[in-house]
């Protein structure tokens, strides 16, 4: 059978010659004698032993594993750890007990994502992540004194297992060794290990964080639902990780989950998604890109929603609340003299909003009407219909809301400059053009007649 396809079950009824392995000094009696006990029976026996005498069953795997490398051995072992792992995740912290002190829990796993063939790769995979995430570790997040024996163990320091660990995890997201299962025990496995600063420091240092973003995209089948949650599980527990931060915010992140979280019905991937929006909000120009791509209005549709989950519902509260406050900041002059400068002018809240106008009037005047002159300037070289329509328009709200606005704005030279644009082929830019002439020549009481 084509190892790729193997289920654990079938792995599960094979019969192992553990007489032959005593024999042969690969296996104590003693282990011999355990094994007995377990192998081939049901899940309830199984579970008792493990209750009673896990950490000399933990043992007997991890020494299997290190000694014994035929390969539908290894295969079965993985397949009963595998097995006892998956009906109690908790038992992985069997590998750290002190009776093990001497035995090293990650090597055998590790050495097996490289060299064994798909099934025995995706196992191992997924037990070593959940034995290393299992190892104690003190209230500040470091390795406790069960783990410190380690350090005398021969073999990779605990950083080395994850730093490879996470190599490997990324070689599947780049070129999967299984063309439908690779991809989704990588991002498995990652979902679990990111919570780990070593990990996300790792992670950022091998480039990892462009392979996630491709994954986030709307998902119809089960199985692609489940990896569109545990990928976007993965940006969220990097949104904890300022250098990751960075990343995300040059790319399209940002986007990818708003397009996803307004068509998505899975209530476990709306919270995760808005739980990142609010760990993202605060940070860099997260807020105002947030704005701009209409996050608010998508907050405000995803709240009529019948959503059960209590948490979510608490989160998206907040986030709107947050979206709020950010649009405030928005509409500060420092906000809107950046605008200005980078020449990317828009129909941001700002620009139409009286009491920004009334509240900064003043701020124009600085830098000897540096602002102003900037406007202009993007009046005479700008392409960008939309920035000439804006300039026009923010030229015509100074005339209207400063006392001497005309006249700054006339010995500025403006004049000439918006005239040009009275015929400019796009219809806002000549409507914006010509209601800052009307605005100049006539005051703003007539202007506002005038305005077509």
């Given amino acids: 059978m084509n190892q790729a396809e193997l289920t654990t079950e079938q792995v599960l009824k094979r019969d192992i010659p553990w007489e032959t392995y005593m024999m042969t000094k690969l296996i104590s009696g003693s282990d011999l004698q355990l094994l007995r006990r377990y192998d081939n029976r049901s899940e309830s026996h199984r579970a008792q032993l493990l209750d009673d005498d896990g950490p000399a069953y933990a043992s007997v795997f991890v020494s299997i594993l290190r000694d014994i490398f035929k390969e539908e051995t290894v295969e079965y072992v993985l397949a009963l750890i595998d097995e006892m792992l998956t009906a109690n995740p908790r038992r992985a912290r069997l590998f750290h007990d002190k009776s093990l002190a001497n035995e090293d829990p990650y090597e055998p796993f590790f050495r097996l994502l490289w060299k064994g063939n798909w099934y025995i790769q995706e196992k191992s995979c997924k037990i070593l992540s959940l034995i290393v995430s299992a190892r104690p570790k003190t209230q500040d997040g470091t390795v406790a004194n069960g783990e410190a024996s380690n350090s005398k163990r021969k073999g990779a320091t605990i950083d080395d297992v994850l730093k490879g660990l996470v190599e490997w995890l990324c070689s599947q997201l780049k070129k999967p060794s299984h063309p439908s299962r690779g991809v989704p025990t990588a991002i498995s496995c990652l979902a679990t290990l990111l919570k780990e600063p070593v990990v996300r ?107 059960s989950d209590e948490d979510l519902l608490e989160a998206l509260n907040q986030l709107e609340e947050g979206l709020r406050i950010n649009i405030k900041k928005l509409s500060s002059f420092d906000k809107y003299k950046q605008e200005v400068l980078l020449g990317h002018l828009d129909w941001t809240p700002m620009h139409k909003d009286p009491i920004f106008w009334r509240e900064n009037i003043n701020s124009f005047e600085d830098n000897d009407f540096q602002i102003l002159r900037v406007l202009i300037t ?71 007649f005038l305005q077509v």
Avoid at 248 to 272: F, N, Q, Y
Avoid at 404 to 420: F, N, S, T, W
């Fill in 378 to 448: 993007i009046l005479e070289t700008s392409s960008d219909s939309r920035a000439l329509a804006v300039a026009c328009f923010d030229l015509s709200q100074f005339i209207q809301t400063h006392p001497a606005g005309r006249i700054i704005v006339a010995d500025l030279k403006a004049k000439e400059r918006v005239m040009k644009l009275m015929n400019h082929e796009n219809a806002e830019v000549t409507k914006n053009a010509l209601l800052c002439i009307q605005r100049l020549f006539l005051g703003a009481k007539y202007a506002s």
């Fill in 201 to 307: 420091s790792s992670f950022v240092q091998a480039d990892g964080v462009k392979l996630l973003i491709p994954l986030i995209s709307p998902a119809s089948t089960q199985q692609s639902i489940q990896i569109l949650y545990e990928t976007c599980l993965c940006i969220w527990l990097l949104s904890f990780y300022e250098p990751a931060i960075e990343y995300l915010a040059t790319s399209r992140t940002l986007p990818r989950l708003i397009d996803v979280v307004k068509s998505s019905t899975k209530e476990k991937v709306v919270r995760v998604i808005v739980l990142t929006f609010k760990n993202l909000l605060s940070k860099g120009t997260f807020g105002a890109q947030m704005v701009d791509l209409g996050l608010p209005q998508t907050v405000q549709s995803l709240k009529t929603q019948a959503w």
